[in-house]
């Protein structure tokens, strides 16, 4: 028993080294001063809020934590600007915006993110791209990655509604139940409010109740 305590102890501690590198990285620093100077303070404890539980979940699962954590970071690079601003720079950089975004500007910075990603901080890693393109809609290809962020951000530790608690401790269990929950939720939210749900937010619901469904 005591061996097998010594052995979890050591690989926590090696975990919390590997994070503490990571966080580090200058890189990862790069991105953080920019986004302190840019974000709201509520915005930007929100992305550090994001990280931490992404890197929780990927340090559980075994995902890629640079990946998971320059994502994570990165996500909501975006949301400082104005929807007009958005849309202009989704016009002038060639981001081909579908019907949904086109009437829905809360959907844009996503893209845009991804964009400001490699033109601000030379980030090229497709899995890095995805997940911030994605991180607000879901897709019904998730990698670990994007389904780590698409949890993240609806869950993490700073959200107070009832959902994103019991989200958040469901995703330590079972991450595929986490995102169907996450994409049920969103889903049943806009229904709700009478407005367009995008395909990708269906399309992940349906792929990960096929998931779901294969692993009983």
């Not at 503490?20 to 953080?32: G, S």
């Not at 539980?53 to 104005?82: I, P, S």
Request: aromatic fraction near 6%; hydrophobic fraction near 40%; charged fraction near 25%.
């Amino acid at each position: 028993m005591r061996e097998k305590w010594t052995k979890l102890q050591m690989k926590r501690n090696n975990d919390d080294i590997g994070k503490a590198a990571l966080l580090a990285e200058p890189k990862a620093v790069e991105i953080e001063t920019y986004l302190k100077a840019k974000l709201t303070p509520n915005r930007y404890t929100h992305v550090l809020s994001v990280r931490e539980l992404a890197l929780d979940l990927a340090q559980k699962y075994g995902a890629d934590l640079r990946k998971v954590n320059l994502a994570a970071l990165l996500h909501d690079c975006a949301k400082w600007m104005r929807t007009s601003e958005l849309y202009e720079t989704a016009v002038n950089h060639g981001i081909q915006l579908d019907e949904i975004e086109h009437h829905n500007p809360s959907l844009v910075h996503a893209p845009v993110g991804a964009m400001l990603a490699v033109s601000h901080f030379d980030i090229d890693t497709p899995e890095i791209l995805d997940a911030i393109r994605i991180h607000t809609t879901g897709s019904g290809k998730m990698t670990i990655i994007d389904k780590i962020l698409y949890i993240a951000d609806f869950a993490e530790p700073k959200r107070n509604y009832v959902e994103a608690h019991s989200v958040r401790a469901l995703a330590y269990q079972d991450l595929n139940r986490a995102v169907f929950e996450v994409s049920r939720y969103k889903i049943e939210h806009l229904l709700a409010k009478g407005v367009l749900i995008h395909p990708h937010t269906i399309d992940a619901y349906n792929s990960v109740l096929q998931e779901i469904g294969e692993s009983k």
